[in-house]
């Protein structure tokens, strides 16, 4: 099976009222958790990648494990390019078939962020590649993008309005109290705002900083047009705490298959859950 648009993706999570997950990839046995899970929960999911996590991987390794892993998938899947910042990191990902990208170009000014994303919306439209940019500035870090304390600001529906309408854009990352690692507190979600947001912009909505949320706030964004939150911490912190577990209960184990095996169990274990937790589970309209 090949890879689907997210917009494709998106429609359906409308259409039946979930959200679906966007999982960050590190290496080959994040990458197999990512599918493995999904399809034991028969999951519509994005498989993501960042320009740093590209620069680890390789973008040819990447694709090669990616198309081999989801050849014996049975659910649907988009191969998404997660903060991207140019043009020049987005094109040799259309290339090899991404069929997903975001342009965060949420640390320039609003009419730089406009331009950047009306332009990479022309150039890969063309070849039916969906779209998420982001407006407003989600806290934390993630990829090559930092937001340090003090310097996040919240999405303004009125410039949702006028971004969306002057972009073409396909979806919006929205900054509405996520962030970006793990929360030191309760997430406080300016419900209020994201109502607004929903309200007077149409395209699927997406929550950066996935980590943390309770299902109460997934179930309240769900019903407030988000589609797609990012998962990324978590499987970080899943894979290394398996790998620390493991090599603590067999401090002589030296197999790596051992070890990695384990990180990807452990991992595989969490994303399952995030799967219920977002109502995608069961939601493979292929089968
Ligand atoms: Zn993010």
């Known amino acids: 099976m090949g890879f689907v648009s997210s917009a494709r993706i998106y429609r359906h999570a409308e259409s039946e009222g979930y959200v679906v997950a966007?999982?960050?990839?590190?290496?080959?046995?994040?990458?197999?958790?990512?599918?493995?899970?999904?399809?034991?929960?028969?999951?519509?999911?994005?498989?993501?990648?960042?320009?740093?996590?590209?620069?680890?991987?390789?973008?040819?390794?990447?694709?090669?494990?990616?198309?081999?892993?989801?050849s014996n998938s049975t659910v649907p899947v988009a191969m998404h390019l997660d903060h991207g910042t140019s043009l020049d990191e987005i094109q040799p990902c259309i290339e090899k078939g991404f069929t997903s990208v975001m342009i965060d170009g949420s640390k320039l000014s609003f009419d730089e962020n406009i331009e950047i994303t009306r332009r990479v919306v022309k150039i890969?439209?063309?070849?039916?590649?969906?779209?998420e940019a982001e407006l407003g500035r989600v806290l934390g870090k993630e990829s090559d993008i930092e937001v340090k304390n003090g310097e996040e600001s919240y999405t303004d529906p009125d410039a949702a309005v006028e971004f969306v309408?002057?972009?073409?854009?396909?979806?919006?990352?929205?900054?509405?109290?996520?962030?970006?690692?793990?929360?030191?507190?309760?997430?406080?979600?300016?419900?209020?705002?994201?109502?607004?947001?929903h309200e007077r912009v149409r395209v699927p909505l997406v929550f950066h900083g996935g980590t943390g949320l309770g299902p109460e706030i997934i179930d309240r964004a769900s019903k407030l047009g988000v589609r797609k939150i990012n998962i990324g911490t978590l499987i970080k912190h899943a894979f290394t705490s398996g790998v620390k577990e493991y090599t603590h209960a067999h401090p002589d184990?030296?197999?790596?298959?051992?070890?990695?095996?384990?990180?990807?169990?452990?991992?595989?274990?969490?994303?399952?859950a995030v799967c219920r937790m977002f109502g995608s589970s069961g939601k493979n309209w292929l089968k």
């Open 165 to 197: 309408r002057a972009t073409g854009v396909d979806s919006l990352a929205v900054s509405v109290g996520t962030k970006h690692g793990f929360y030191r507190k309760e997430p406080l979600i300016d419900f209020e705002r994201l109502a607004a947001i």
């Open 22 to 70: 966007g999982f960050d990839s590190y290496c080959l046995e994040v990458i197999q958790a990512h599918v493995i899970a999904a399809n034991a929960e028969n999951a519509p999911f994005l498989l993501q990648v960042t320009p740093k996590g590209l620069r680890q991987i390789g973008l040819g390794y990447f694709t090669a494990m990616a198309r081999a892993l989801i």
């Open 124 to 131: 890969v439209h063309r070849r039916g590649v969906t779209v």
């Open 253 to 272: 184990e030296i197999d790596p298959r051992r070890i990695l095996g384990h990180a990807r169990d452990n991992t595989v274990k969490e994303l399952r």
